[in-house]
């Protein structure tokens, strides 16, 4: 679940299991408590306690569901978050998070089309959702379908100008879509990121692509910044450290880029596999 709604999962929780059972509600809470210190295994093992007590509330199988695909590089919880996310539309339909979620899972899962009917739904449901626009862009990007995904993200800059995030997925398709084509002519591309990056000036991820396209552009110099600078974002930035490596040794500082590429490795079990450039950086022009 995108982290900008992670307050609002919370009250709508708490909300929920405050109407019933006291021992619901506490289990309900130290759940939450958990799910903010990274503790998921541990707090979906406080969700089944209070989905024990009361299993009608769609946003207490939400909070599961998303601490269940939270635990990393574990098939089986991504099929249980899956059940719950099915389970929290069942009992609330319109539930656009539950959409969202169950297509991030299947996406992860490599379920594509999947995943595009999920994204689809939660636009049915609501028509101004920038980050379902963006969401289902990606996937139209993986499917080859560039020109689709363009015009989602074009939809989500027309409902919101300030959406950074649909000129960063914007800019990923058209570095795709150009290495797809063979025209390798990054300028848009580029336009797209510093464009994401001038609205959100701390989005490591489109720093982290501004780094690759400036090395395939053969600017090895901006592509070393523009990773340094996703690093001091995000110091726990694995493609970030891989990619400097592989370009310190290309130009001969071995030293650094040995360093960078243990630094990466070291950092391997805790990347998130289903990260927007993790998916579509060994496609295409790589």
């Known amino acids: 679940m995108n982290k900008l709604f992670l307050p609002l999962v919370i009250c709508v929780v708490l909300t929920a299991c405050a109407s019933k059972k006291d021992k619901a509600t506490v289990y309900c809470e130290q759940g939450l408590v958990l799910d903010s210190l990274k503790d998921y295994k541990g707090a979906v093992a406080k969700y089944d306690s209070a989905i024990?007590?009361?299993?009608?509330?769609?946003?207490?199988?939400?909070?599961?569901?998303?601490?269940?695909?939270?635990?990393?590089?574990?098939?089986?919880?991504?099929?249980?978050?899956?059940?719950?996310?099915?389970?929290?539309?069942?009992?609330?339909?319109?539930?656009?998070?539950?959409?969202?979620?169950?297509?991030?899972?299947?996406?992860?899962?490599?379920?594509?089309?999947?995943?595009?009917?999920?994204?689809?739904?939660?636009?049915?449901?609501?028509?101004?959702?920038?980050?379902?626009?963006?969401?289902?862009?990606?996937?139209?990007?993986?499917?080859?379908?560039?020109?689709?995904?363009?015009?989602?993200?074009?939809?989500?800059?027309?409902?919101?100008?300030?959406?950074?995030?649909?000129?960063?997925?914007?800019?990923?398709?058209?570095?795709?879509?150009?290495?797809?084509?063979?025209?390798?002519?990054?300028?848009?591309?580029?336009?797209?990121?510093?464009?994401?990056?001038?609205?959100?000036?701390?989005?490591?991820?489109?720093?982290?692509?501004?780094?690759?396209?400036?090395?395939?552009?053969g600017d090895n110099a901006g592509a070393i910044n523009a990773l340094t600078r996703a690093i001091e974002i995000k110091p726990d930035m694995m493609s970030a450290y891989a990619e400097r490596g592989v370009i310190y040794s290309k130009i001969g500082d071995k030293e650094r880029g040995d360093s960078d590429i243990k630094r990466s490795i070291a950092l391997f079990p805790n990347m998130d596999t289903t990260g927007a450039v993790g998916e579509l950086i060994k496609t295409g022009c790589r």
């Open 52 to 217: 024990a007590i009361n299993d009608s509330l769609a946003a207490l199988y939400l909070a599961r569901g998303v601490a269940e695909a939270s635990i990393i590089n574990s098939l089986e919880n991504k099929q249980k978050a899956m059940a719950d996310f099915s389970n929290a539309i069942a009992l609330k339909r319109g539930n656009t998070a539950a959409y969202i979620d169950k297509g991030n899972v299947e996406k992860a899962l490599q379920q594509y089309e999947d995943a595009y009917d999920d994204y689809s739904m939660a636009i049915q449901v609501d028509h101004f959702c920038t980050e379902a626009y963006c969401k289902r862009a990606f996937i139209n990007c993986l499917l080859k379908k560039f020109e689709d995904g363009i015009t989602d993200c074009n939809k989500a800059i027309e409902i919101n100008p300030h959406y950074s995030e649909a000129f960063y997925y914007r800019g990923l398709i058209e570095v795709q879509m150009e290495c797809y084509n063979k025209t390798l002519d990054f300028d848009a591309a580029e336009a797209d990121y510093n464009k994401a990056m001038s609205i959100k000036p701390n989005y490591a991820e489109a720093y982290l692509s501004m780094g690759f396209l400036k090395s395939l552009k």
